[in-house]
């Protein structure tokens, strides 16, 4: 069974988001890792770099296949994490701590509040898999 | 799961691409290969029949050994690939790719004209089982009596393995030493359970079942070509740079005028091994430029597990095909600099 922490917001696209402040914290979750397998390259946009809710940011590749990961939320990237250039495979061993993606500071704070509840992602991804 | 030629087939077991690719060229790996199609030769003619339709030269085989060789149309392009087993003088069996057993099939019927030769597609009487890497006579062995050393590399014989009759063959698609296992399709499971037994699965450096992911990092690191990718009915044996299956005098046989024909007036283009030199993987597909100019394609590309290189086949125009030119492959809308390098790109320790 993947693990879902309570205190996070998720996507239908199995993004995470962690807030912190005005600032969201992006990765992609257990359940996603889980599916892709083996990570090996993270490819990550610039801090600076803007981004509307939904819109692709950058890719994660397994041995077999490439995946497109999105912004859950709009706003201007702040940080990126640096350490995936050449440790991506933290991606598979902690999605929700040393494998997260980006932080953006928030256009909308609110718009987190349109995303899925742990519980909600639960049983989305109980019905995908099926 | 994943449908492959219309088998539902694992893209990885639990341990994931990466170990099951790494612990086949450590160790050992074990491959449910059964997908493969099989097709039985019996008759006088078999040899005659069969050299008719494939490049290389059947007639150069002894009872026991086994040839990589290709199935070509009239242009000398490729029909499939396969393995040529001889059973007997006037008995062949040819292994084929799964997604191409039925088309082959339908292109040795056509080409059977006047020979003496009954065909019999078995693909579902047999289960096939590769067991490949350092370890896999040391895992075999003591489930059979045949003295597998004794087998030499594209050979096989008739045996039993695990109390279960079939055909043992040194051959394989990782760039491992290891043996694949035929044998009656009812048997797959025992035969499967059996192996992984022996190989102590489960401990650090036990065999590893493997899925169709791994097959392919692995054979792609072995500069090994794969039907549908570096091969298919638009590329021609010489492009391919298997002019060593071509065996222009070894009489007629379909393609031949065509391959003589360009082996003397020269490719327009060759496929290449690449290497990407900078951060990215250039996938299947991605176009190949050079000097700016759009060339190619890349026909397979992948990170490799072993080598920890992200690394490619690609057909080019045959004035680039040179070891250490360089090349840009272009990876969702980025250029991603690579350079030709001569495969294989693994080779294993003698």
Same mark, same amino acid.
């Given at each position: 069974?993947?693990?879902?922490?309570?205190?996070?917001?998720?996507?239908?696209?199995?993004?995470?988001?962690?807030?912190?402040?005005?600032?969201?914290?992006?990765?992609?979750?257990?359940?996603?890792?889980? %599916?892709?397998?083996? @990570?090996?390259? *993270?490819?990550? #946009?610039? $801090? =600076?770099?803007?981004?509307?809710? !939904? +819109? /692709?940011?950058?890719?994660?590749? %397994?041995?077999?296949? @490439?995946?497109? *990961?999105?912004? #859950?939320? $709009? =706003?201007?990237?702040?940080?990126? !994490? +640096? /350490?995936?250039?050449?440790?991506?495979?933290?991606?598979?061993?902690?999605?929700?701590?040393?494998?997260?993606?980006?932080?953006?500071?928030?256009?909308?704070?609110?718009?987190?509040?349109?995303?899925?509840?742990?519980?909600?992602?639960?049983?989305?991804?109980?019905?995908?898999?099926? | 799961?994943?449908?492959?030629?219309?088998?539902?087939?694992?893209?990885?077991?639990?341990?994931?691409?990466?170990?099951?690719?790494?612990?086949?060229?450590?160790?050992?790996?074990?491959?449910?290969?059964?997908?493969?199609?099989?097709?039985?030769?019996?008759?006088?003619?078999?040899?005659?029949?069969?050299?008719?339709?494939?490049?290389?030269?059947?007639?150069?085989?002894?009872?026991?050994?086994?040839?990589?060789?290709?199935?070509?149309?009239?242009?000398?392009?490729?029909?499939?690939?396969?393995?040529?087993?001889?059973?007997?003088?006037?008995?062949?069996?040819?292994?084929?790719?799964?997604?191409?057993?039925?088309?082959?099939?339908?292109?040795?019927?056509?080409?059977?004209?006047?020979?003496?030769?009954?065909?019999?597609?078995?693909?579902?009487?047999?289960?096939?089982?590769?067991?490949?890497?350092?370890?896999?006579?040391?895992?075999?062995?003591?489930?059979?009596?045949?003295?597998?050393?004794?087998?030499?590399?594209?050979?096989?014989?008739?045996?039993?393995?695990?109390?279960?009759?079939?055909?043992?063959?040194?051959?394989?698609?990782?760039?491992?030493?290891?043996?694949?296992?035929?044998?009656?399709?009812?048997?797959?499971?025992?035969?499967?359970?059996?192996?992984?037994?022996?190989?102590?699965?489960?401990?650090?450096?036990?065999?590893?079942?493997?899925?169709?992911?791994?097959?392919?990092?692995?054979?792609?690191?072995?500069?090994?070509?794969?039907?549908?990718?570096?091969?298919?009915?638009?590329?021609?044996?010489?492009?391919?740079?298997?002019?060593?299956?071509?065996?222009?005098?070894?009489?007629?046989?379909?393609?031949?005028?065509?391959?003589?024909?360009?082996?003397?007036?020269?490719?327009?283009?060759?496929?290449?091994?690449?290497?990407?030199?900078?951060?990215?993987?250039?996938?299947?597909?991605?176009?190949?430029?050079?000097?700016?100019?759009?060339?190619?394609?890349?026909?397979?590309?992948?990170?490799?597990?072993?080598?920890?290189?992200?690394?490619?086949?690609?057909?080019?125009?045959?004035?680039?095909?040179?070891?250490?030119?360089?090349?840009?492959?272009?990876?969702?809308?980025?250029?991603?600099?690579?350079?030709?390098?001569?495969?294989?790109?693994?080779?294993?320790?003698?």
């Amino acid at each position: 069974m993947a693990n879902v922490p309570e205190d996070l917001h998720y996507s239908k696209d199995h993004e995470w988001v962690r807030v912190e402040g005005g600032e969201a914290i992006i990765g992609i979750t257990d359940y996603a890792q889980n %599916s892709l397998g083996d @990570v090996v390259y *993270v490819e990550l #946009p610039k $801090a =600076g770099d803007e981004f509307a809710a !939904n +819109e /692709s940011f950058g890719s994660v590749e %397994s041995v077999k296949a @490439v995946s497109e *990961v999105f912004t #859950p939320v $709009a =706003g201007i990237v702040a940080k990126i !994490n +640096e /350490s995936l250039a050449d440790e991506p495979e933290v991606v598979n061993s902690d999605p929700y701590g040393e494998g997260w993606m980006i932080r953006i500071k928030m256009a909308h704070p609110g718009e987190v509040d349109s995303l899925l509840t742990a519980a909600e992602y639960e049983d989305f991804t109980k019905a995908e898999s099926e | 799961m994943v449908d492959f030629g219309g088998w539902d087939m694992p893209v990885q077991y639990p341990a994931g691409t990466i170990e099951e690719h790494l612990r086949t060229r450590t160790h050992a790996g074990l491959f449910d290969v059964s997908h493969m199609g099989e097709i039985d030769v019996k008759g006088a003619d078999a040899i005659a029949f069969v050299n008719k339709l494939t490049s290389n030269d059947v007639g150069k085989l002894v009872d026991g050994q086994a040839q990589y060789t290709a199935l070509t149309t009239p242009k000398g392009t490729v029909v499939d690939d396969l393995l040529v087993y001889r059973l007997a003088a006037d008995h062949l069996l040819l292994v084929v790719n799964a997604g191409t057993t039925d088309k082959d099939w339908d292109w040795i019927n056509s080409n059977h004209a006047s020979e003496a030769v009954e065909l019999n597609n078995v693909s579902s009487d047999y289960c096939q089982l590769a067991l490949q890497g350092p370890d896999a006579q040391k895992i075999l062995q003591p489930l059979t009596d045949v003295a597998l050393s004794e087998i030499k590399y594209y050979h096989f014989t008739h045996g039993t393995v695990a109390g279960v009759a079939g055909i043992i063959s040194r051959t394989g698609y990782t760039g491992e030493d290891g043996f694949e296992v035929y044998a009656p399709a009812n048997h797959a499971e025992q035969l499967w359970n059996k192996i992984l037994d022996a190989g102590e699965t489960g401990t650090p450096t036990g065999v590893l079942p493997c899925g169709l992911a791994a097959r392919n990092t692995l054979r792609l690191e072995a500069g090994l070509a794969l039907y549908g990718h570096e091969i298919d009915e638009t590329t021609t044996l010489l492009e391919a740079n298997l002019g060593w299956i071509c065996k222009l005098d070894k009489g007629e046989f379909i393609g031949r005028e065509a391959l003589a024909r360009q082996k003397q007036e020269g490719v327009q283009r060759k496929l290449v091994g690449f290497e990407v030199t900078e951060r990215g993987i250039a996938r299947d597909d991605q176009e190949v430029l050079i000097d700016e100019e759009r060339v190619g394609k890349v026909t397979s590309g992948s990170p490799a597990p072993f080598l920890k290189r992200n690394i490619g086949f690609a057909y080019v125009p045959v004035e680039y095909a040179n070891v250490g030119q360089e090349m840009q492959i272009d990876v969702r809308g980025r250029l991603v600099c690579a350079q030709i390098v001569k495969p294989p790109f693994y080779k294993r320790p003698k």
